[in-house]
Structure formats: structure tokens, C-alpha cells
T-cell receptor
Framework: ETGVTQTPRHLVMGMTNKKSLKCEQH?????MYWYKQSAKKPLELMFV???????ENNSVPSRFSPECPNSSHLFLHLHTLQPEDSALYLC????????????FGPGTRLTVL | DAKTTQPTSMDCAEGRAANLPCNHS???????VYWYRQIHSQGPQYIIH???NNETNEMASLIITEDRKSSTLILPHATLRDTAVYYC?????????????FGKGTLLTVNP
């Protein structure tokens, strides 16, 4: 266990659905990240939050909407997704935004029908 | 961002040392070398990092060449559970130094 939990672990949704992914870290970190890992592609950084403030949006489409209500929780709200958005979505946290060791959650396997 | 080059795949016999190379010939003087691994269908796991000195922890050793243009991750006694994709990452400096840019990594297969 890394101290970073993600729910749900698996999600199947239609293109018209709205769903949310949740990430929680129990490490006292103040930076949190969303990554996307598509089949046979490297991990792609999506968003970075540092002290609840978004510091990076890596040209992510607006159908992905992150929310960071506090330093321990991070959400990714999904709406009107496309089948090509099917991927493993990983959350990570670190102490500060300095790129120190990032602790990853187990990921949410998302399938968009 | 400095880029890294790793072999696509490697095999290692269980109990033997696994030596995973990484080239980072364009690394800057204040950039660190990080290693992560990802076991199938799990999140990546931090292994070790270094600047210019060799480093060792309970998981692995990191050997960085004197010119810092390449490094080797050593798993001294590989087990079947070490089968994973290993990523060598050079962390950029400056304001966006939190970014970890993952490449394709090396798939290490430990065989019985």
C-alpha cells in the first residue's frame, strides 16, 4: 500500500454519462497529480495541484474537470467522454511540487462505451 | 526536457543481478535521474534517484557515470516479483520541476 487510494478501481460508462474518479492520500503531502495511461502509451501527466491550486493543465480536453477541495483529496469529473478516453487513470501525490518521490495509487481502469 | 533512452526489454534469471541501462546524454548539471517501475496493472512505484553520486537503498543501486550521460539501475538479486516495466526519468529543473515525463521504459522479465 502506498498511502494513495483511488475509487472506483474499475468504471464502465457511456458517452453521455457523468462520473467522477476519487483519489485520497494519507501521507500529508501537498501536491497531487492526475495521469492517464492509454494502452501501449507512456503515462501522460494531466493535471497538477499544489496546495489545492492547479499549477499544471497539460492541454487536457474540457470533458475532464479536476477538483481539489483540500490537500488530501483529488477528483476527476468526467462528462461526455469518447471511447478513446478509455485508459488507466492514475493519481499520485508528493511532498511539495518539487518532483520529490511521487506515490501512486492503484489507478482506475475506465472503459467508455 | 532531457530525454532518456532505454532498451525495450530485458530478461534476467531469478536470483541473478539485473542491470538496467539508461542513456541521458543531454542531461543538465542540476537534473536528477529517477527510476520508477510499474508492475502490470498497478501504479508506478518509486525506486531510487541520484544526482551524480552512486546511490543504494533497500530496493536497488544506482550507478551514474562520471560524465552523467548514462546510468545503470541494479537489482542485486532479482525475483519473479521484480518483473515490471522500469522507467528512467530525468527530472527537469526550474519552476516545473515537479513534472515526471515517463517514456516507454524497459520491460524486465525475471525468469525462474
Amino acid at each position: 500500500e502506498t498511502g494513495v487510494t483511488q475509487t472506483p478501481r474499475h468504471l464502465v460508462m457511456g458517452m453521455t454519462n457523468k462520473k467522477s474518479l476519487k483519489c485520497e492520500q494519507h501521507l500529508g503531502h501537498n501536491a497531487m497529480y492526475w495521469y492517464k495511461q492509454s494502452a501501449k502509451k507512456p503515462l501522460e501527466l494531466m493535471f497538477v495541484y499544489n496546495f489545492k491550486e492547479q499549477t499544471e493543465n497539460n492541454s487536457v480536453p474540457s470533458r475532464f474537470s479536476p477538483e481539489c477541495p483540500n490537500s488530501s483529496h483529488l477528483f476527476l469529473h468526467l462528462h461526455t467522454l469518447q471511447p478513446e478516453d478509455s485508459a488507466l487513470y492514475l493519481c499520485a501525490s508528493s511532498q511539495g511540487g518539487s518532483g520529490n518521490e511521487q506515490f501512486f495509487g492503484p489507478g482506475t481502469r475506465l472503459t467508455v462505451l | 526536457d532531457a530525454k532518456t533512452t532505454q532498451p525495450t526489454s530485458m530478461d534476467c534469471a531469478e536470483g541473478r543481478a539485473a542491470n538496467l541501462p539508461c542513456n541521458h546524454s543531454t542531461i543538465s548539471g542540476n537534473e536528477y535521474v529517477y527510476w520508477y517501475r510499474q508492475i502490470h496493472s498497478q501504479g508506478p512505484q518509486y525506486i531510487i534517484h541520484g544526482l551524480k553520486n552512486n546511490e543504494t537503498n533497500e530496493m536497488a543501486s544506482l550507478i551514474i557515470t562520471e560524465d552523467r550521460k548514462s546510468s545503470t539501475l541494479i537489482l542485486p538479486h532479482a525475483t519473479l516479483r521484480d518483473t515490471a516495466v522500469y522507467y528512467c526519468i530525468v527530472r527537469p529543473s526550474g519552476g516545473s520541476n515537479y513534472k515526471l515525463t515517463f517514456g516507454k521504459g524497459t520491460l524486465l522479465t525475471v525468469n525462474p
